[in-house]
């Protein structure tokens, strides 16, 4: 039965509250999508192409697939440590979790599995560090197989939905930029108190302080629709959640040519990715195209009355507008 979990945010903890990008929640992620794609619809180009990948066939790769794509809604913590800056690599998290006791390893798959713990996890539970090291070949595999050729366009989303949110928490505080985030979230500034509803985990500790420990705000792509959160030491309590203007992710330049012949390649791809308002530099890294070029292609949208700009603070945002908006309707 659902239920709303509530966090006590000190001062100390908004403090350090900052923004990050996780290589490896959105690897784990990703394998939960596979496995799981009825609900990952939005993900479907995607799914397609990698649906057949070995890592969920081969029988070799049976450790990591049972380990990543266990009982819905848990994952073992040690596999997703706390990611710290918005510039992790892939590399870096998975050697803090080749150096997991092996003590933290066993009490985590216990944690998760209980006594149904697939038979492939044995050996991990008997030598943590040797299979553990197996499994990370693996996923590593599955990493430059699936992730890696779509990483620039996952990350380049990534990093705009931290500038947009960090914008958002200077000019509108935190109660807004909460309540942006996800409707399930919702922050009290009078008690300092973050409502985080339709949980559906255990209840049996619904009210957490977190102690100064502070607040690390994780987009993800593969985490749509749902939000993850972590407040268990001795991690950083973290908050994954879907990030911003996940509907274009896996849009192509295919996808604007019907609008090419009219408005040139260009153009029409930018007009395609302005579903949400975005600025230069963001669609520069979206498309690959230089920045300067886009901003040229903006100011062309912009003066035949399709997009028109904004300024937020120093930024300067570009959504279409009514008559641009009435070309996708």
Known sequence: MPFTLTLSLGTADLSQLRWAVSPAWELLASVRTLTRPASRAIHMPW????????????????????????????????????PLSPLTTLDDELDEVRRTPAEVIRRDLAEVFGTNRPGSLTPLARAPRRELDRIITDLHGYWRRTLAPAWPRVRALLESDIHYR????TERGPAAMFA????????????????????????ADPHRSLDGRGLVLVPSAFAWPKLYVKTAAPWVPVIRYPVRGIGTLWESRADAADLGAALGVTRALLLGLLEIPAGTVELANRTGLAPGGV????????????????????VVLYARTARGQALYD
Request: no cysteine; glycine share 8%; hydrophobic share 35%.
């Open 47 to 82: 799914l397609s192409e990698h649906r057949h990948d070995p890592l969920l066939t081969a029988p070799r790769a049976a450790a990591a697939r049972d380990l990543t794509a266990g009982p819905q809604g848990h994952l073992p913590g040690f596999l997703a440590p706390t």
């Open 166 to 169: 960090a914008r958002s928490l």
């Open 180 to 203: 942006d985030i996800h409707p399930d979230l919702a922050f009290d500034p009078a008690t300092g108190t973050l409502r985080i509803a339709n949980r559906r985990s255990d209840p």
């Open 295 to 314: 901003s040229t292609q903006l100011h062309k949208l912009a003066r035949a009355g399709l997009v028109a700009p904004h300024r937020t603070g120093r």
